[in-house]
Structures are given as structure tokens and as C-alpha cells.
């Protein structure tokens, strides 16, 4: 499984270890960040307090992004600027106040831009890591500052009277009022701060036809000076649809700390059920690993946070790891990281999901097409560029040799590698593809060297043929050329009609077509 070599089964007492339970100082940095010392806490406050999540050493920006930290990109970049930035300007005397009217859009092609700027990874916080920093070292308090009431110590509405076109008269600067423990500004109220959840894409509600991370609904935290005190309390979120703009509104990225890399190695990751509360993992050795490398296996009941390591010690000389003692019922999420003989951990792989169940199974993931009769034919490759094999299958919805026109076209469904459906495509009909699927090739191969699969297929367009190369995320048409005329054959009665993928200079993937196997 997953080009692992194994040479001995490791099954290890799976017992969470609590890597640190005590909050840390955090250190300032001159350009504004805070190094925040990763560590374990229960979510909420009193009877709504959680169960114990873990955080990893993260920096975060001690203030939201100000007017003039976005205008920066707004001048590198051509991004459009605040709407209430007239003429592109910043409105007078609000240089330093939080950036608002901005959507996820707009914070993302910031971060993508400071990312990419600074050389290592910005990006939104977790609710999770969000909580952890607004606490800033107190446990089971309310607000980032302890109980005392917010109206004394934040900028909020009291009453609820405040109207949104007043902005201007009740917003104030990113900096403004006391830091919390970690000598962090504004961790409640002033303005909603954007966070990410981050779902097991399995089980989460599933959105067809997203595929920007940008475009998903998410949540906010904070408060703000138009909410009432309830909505600062640490924890508390409020969901909002990510195209929306508002004057209560904005962000605070955080990066990953000095000699930290959050890239995700992949590794294969695969989990099955073995029954009896234990699941089977699985994942792949990568050429960079050494015979001295061990693994470190963690378990999470969701994604937004680090998770607890449950191999009591590193896995070594093996690929495989049997956890247990897992509720029955109960969708668990994991994650390997390498290790040196140091101790010194490597990258994290990809999550893999699974649900403890009662009896075995063998089955990983499941792609169930909509089709009324006839053939199946997957083809594998990567459309999303995680590193893990997404599925394209043909469905030759009965257009056999010597069937009649089963009234459907041959199509193309292509799956994510959790099994959910992304599109959906016409092909071919009967008197097209010459009443066989055999006629349809298809092909799922990076064409343009993004880390990204296109599709590659026969597609019909009124009543021409084409050699088309779809967008794998989306089945949009991306290229097209004419399909070859056959040389012989007119009458279609025995032609077929093959496709494959060359290197013809060694360097650049082409696409190769046959048309008539048997006559030419």
C-alpha cells in the first residue's frame, strides 16, 4: 500500500501524549510578529469548554493588518483596493486602522503575495490557533484580559445601537486599547478577524463546483465595535459567507517560525478500519528517507488542530502503524511526521481520515458515478496538485458495438480522491463515437507542468470532433484542436480510435493520436 516497503507490522500502545500542557511567553519580533509556543488547552469556558486540542509553534501578526500594510500589496500587485478608498486613496487618518471591506478573495491574494514575498508561509489561523492566541496564556477566562466586563476593555456596542454606515465614527486603530498576555492587540472586538476551519473533506458539506479554498464559507472570531459583548467571549465564532465586504471586518495572517516548514510532504497516507476499534495505517518511504529514519504517528478528532502523537515511540524499519482503543462509530484523522535519531521532526504528511467500525475493511474510498447501463473505465491522476490520486471515469452508458442509441452520450465523471464528484461531461453520442466506447479515448496527464492533471479526450462539438484537453478541477475546455480525418473507413463501419500521451522532444508531453487501427 502506497509504495511503502515494510519489513515488520509495528503495533504500539496508542496513548494521546500530551506534548506540552503549559502556555510559554511569547517573543516580539521588530516587523510585528509574535512567536506564540505551541501547547494544549481546552476550547470555551465553562460548561462549554471542550475537549483538549494541541497547537504547534505558530507567529502571529500583533495587530490586525492596517490600511497602509495593505496598501503595500495593492501598490505591488494592481489588486483592486477598498472600495471606500476613493480615487485608490486610504481614507484620511485611517493609515493606521484596520484594512476592512475586504472578502476571503482579497485576503488571500495578499497572503499568497506576502508568501511568496517573504519567502515562508503566511496564512490565516485556525479557529483553534485564533483561541489559543486570543487567551494569551489565561486558562478558562472569558475574554483575552480575564472576566472583567468587555465595555471598559474593548471596542464594542453595549446596547446593540450602533448603525454600519457610522464606521467611520466607531472604528479604531489596529493598535489601540491593552494587549492581551502575548502582547497581542485586538483579539476581541474593534473588528471580526478571519479564520479557517479546516474539515475533513469526507464527512464536511460538500460545495460542487468550488474549488478555491477562498470562495469556501468560514468563520470569524473576535467581535467587533458593532456586536454586543457576547460575541467577543475567546472562542466564540459567527460563520459568513466568504464574498462578503464589511465595515466590522478584517484580518490577521500568521507565518510559519524561523527554521519551520508547513509544506506538506506527501507521503501516501492510507487508513482502513481493522474492526474491533483499531485502524490499520499506511503510508509511503520517500527516497530522501534513511534506514535511521522514524515516524511519529498523531491522531485528531478534526483538522484544526495539531493533534496527539499516539506511537509511544518512533516507528522504525516500518511503514505501518495499528492504533486502538478507538470508539466504534467515531471518525478519527491522522498524520505521520519522519524523524531523526535526534528527535528532530520532519514535514507533516497529508491527513487521511477513517471511521473505527465493528468489522474489517479493506475499502479506502469509494467513487460512485450516476449511470444507467454499460461500462466503467477509471483513470488516475493528481487534478488538485495535494500529491494524492484523484479518479476520471469513462461511462459508456450502453454505446456498445452493436447497440442501438441508448439515447446518452458517452461521458466523463471525474472524482475527488475522497470520492466526491467534481464534473460531469458529455463525450460522444452514438452516431459520433461510432456505437463504441472503444472510439472514445481518454487520458489524465499534467500538461502544462503545474503539479495539476488535465483531461485529455475525444469531444464532440456540434458535429465536429475534437482533440480537447479539459481543466481537471472543473471539466471547463482549456484547448482544442480538429480531430484527424480518417483516411479510409467512410462508412465507419469497423474503425477505432486510440489516444496517448509522448515526450517527442524529451522535455514537453504531447498528445498522440491513431485513427482507423485497422484500415491505416
Known amino acids: 500500500m502506497g509504495g511503502a516497503i515494510v519489513k515488520r507490522l509495528s503495533v504500539l500502545l496508542a496513548v494521546p501524549i500530551l506534548l506540552s500542557a503549559l502556555p510559554c511567553p511569547a517573543q516580539s519580533h521588530a516587523d510585528g510578529y509574535v512567536l506564540v509556543k505551541g501547547g494544549t488547552f481546552r476550547r470555551g469556558t465553562g460548561g462549554s469548554q471542550g475537549a483538549q486540542v494541541r497547537v504547534e509553534d505558530f507567529e502571529i501578526l500583533d495587530h490586525p493588518v492596517t490600511n497602509a500594510e495593505y496598501k503595500a500589496f495593492v501598490a505591488a500587485t494592481g489588486h483592486p483596493a477598498p472600495l471606500h478608498w476613493q480615487g485608490g486613496r486610504i481614507p484620511a487618518g485611517k493609515d493606521d486602522h484596520p484594512v476592512i471591506f475586504v472578502n476571503r478573495t482579497d485576503v488571500h491574494a495578499y497572503l499568497r503575495w506576502l508568501s511568496a514575498k517573504e519567502g515562508r508561509i503566511y496564512r490565516l489561523p485556525t479557529s ?33 445601537s450602533r448603525r454600519f454606515d457610522r464606521w467611520q465614527d466607531y472604528l479604531q486603530p489596529a493598535r489601540w486599547g491593552p494587549k492581551n498576555g502575548y502582547g497581542l492587540w485586538g483579539m476581541a472586538g474593534n473588528v471580526w478577524q478571519m479564520t479557517v476551519d479546516n474539515h475533513d473533506p469526507a464527512t464536511a458539506r460538500f460545495k460542487y463546483r468550488i474549488t478555491d479554498l477562498a470562495e469556501i464559507e468560514n468563520a470569524v472570531m473576535g467581535g467587533s465595535w458593532a456586536r454586543t459583548k457576547g460575541y467577543l467571549r475567546c472562542g466564540a465564532r459567527l460563520g459568513i459567507s466568504a464574498g462578503i465586504r464589511h465595515p466590522d471586518l478584517g484580518f490577521r495572517p500568521i507565518r510559519q517560525p524561523s527554521g519551520a516548514d508547513w509544506t506538506i510532504e506527501s507521503r501516501k497516507l492510507a487508513a482502513v478500519p481493522l474492526g474491533e476499534g483499531k485502524v490499520l495505517l499506511n503510508w509511503a518511504l520517500l527516497g530522501t528517507d534513511r534506514r535511521s529514519t522514524g515516524f511519529h504517528v498523531y491522531r485528531s478528532g478534526e483538522r484544526n488542530h495539531a493533534g496527539f502523537r499516539v506511537s509511544q515511540e518512533p516507528v522504525g524499519e516500518s511503514t505501518t502503524f495499528v492504533d486502538s482503543g478507538l470508539k466504534e462509530g467515531s471518525r478519527y484523522n491522522y498524520y505521520v511526521c519522519a ?182
Open 128 to 160: 483553534i490557533e485564533f483561541e489559543y492566541a486570543a487567551r494569551g496564556g489565561l486558562t478558562g477566562k472569558n475574554y483575552p484580559w480575564g472576566d472583567e466586563d468587555p465595555e471598559t476593555r474593548a471596542n464594542c456596542d453595549p446596547d446593540g
Open 339 to 520: 524523524v531523526d535519531q535526534s528527535g528532530r521532526e520532519g514535514r507533516r504528511s497529508e491527513w487521511a481520515g477513517v471511521a473505527a467500525t465493528a468489522a474489517a475493511s479493506a475499502t479506502i474510498v469509494t467513487f460512485e458515478p450516476l449511470y444507467q447501463q454499460g461500462a466503467l473505465v477509471p483513470i488516475f491522476g493528481d487534478l488538485d496538485g495535494d500529491g494524492t490520486l484523484d479518479c476520471v471515469i469513462r461511462l459508456d452508458n450502453a454505446n456498445q458495438e452493436m447497440s442501438q442509441d441508448p439515447g446518452r452520450p458517452v461521458q466523463l465523471e471525474a472524482f475527488t480522491s475522497y470520492g466526491r464528484s467534481l464534473w460531469r461531461k458529455d463525450l460522444c453520442d452514438h452516431d459520433h463515437c461510432y456505437g463504441s466506447a472503444n472510439n472514445v479515448p481518454f487520458n489524465v496527464w499534467d500538461m502544462d507542468g503545474d503539479g495539476k492533471a488535465e483531461v485529455i479526450t475525444r469531444l464532440q462539438i456540434g458535429d465536429e470532433v475534437y482533440v480537447a484537453i479539459l481543466d481537471g478541477m472543473t471539466g471547463r475546455l482549456r484547448h482544442k484542436t480538429r480531430w484527424p480525418d480518417m483516411v479510409s473507413d467512410f462508412a465507419k463501419s469497423s474503425t477505432r480510435i486510440h489516444q496517448s500521451i509522448a515526450y517527442l522532444d524529451g522535455k514537453h508531453p504531447a498528445v498522440i493520436t491513431q485513427t482507423g487501427l485497422y484500415e491505416n
